[in-house]
């Protein structure tokens, strides 16, 4: 059975940083693509990042380019946020998602498998 776990996440300060983790047990992930998505209160799940099988190509989302970084290590089968800067209009629920392709964008239904989430507070 394929699962993603999702940590890291928690309260922070504007301006602060977190970093979240995303753990693949199950199957290997190593050739597929892999992204975060988040959902606030009230608001459609949004796209945040995306990465390749290899690493070598990223996407992001206008709104968190610049501060977000997003990162693999295929041999822990782990996908990483690293997210500085953080601003209010960042709190949410982030989620981990494995697509089935070997690059994806930002649309969710690239993705087959998803996390439960982890939840990020922004304090002002």
């Known amino acids: 059975q394929v699962r993603l776990v999702e940590s890291g996440g928690g309260l922070v300060q504007a301006g602060g940083s977190l970093r979240l983790s995303c753990a693949v047990s199950g199957r290997t992930f190593s050739r597929n693509a892999m992204g975060w998505f988040r959902q606030a209160p009230g608001k459609e799940r949004e796209f945040v990042s995306a990465?390749?099988?290899?690493?070598?190509?990223?996407r992001y989302a206008n709104s968190v380019k610049g501060r977000f970084t997003i990162s693999r290590d295929n041999a822990r089968n782990t996908v990483y946020l690293q997210m500085t800067s953080l601003k209010p209009e960042d709190a949410a629920v982030y989620y981990c998602?494995?697509?089935?392709?070997?690059?994806?964008?930002?649309?969710?239904?690239?993705?087959?498998?998803w996390g439960e989430g982890t939840q990020v507070t922004v304090s002002s």
């Open positions: 998602a494995a697509a089935r392709a070997y690059d994806s964008g930002s649309h969710s239904y690239e993705y087959d498998y």
């Open positions: 990465i390749n099988w290899s690493g070598g190509s990223t």
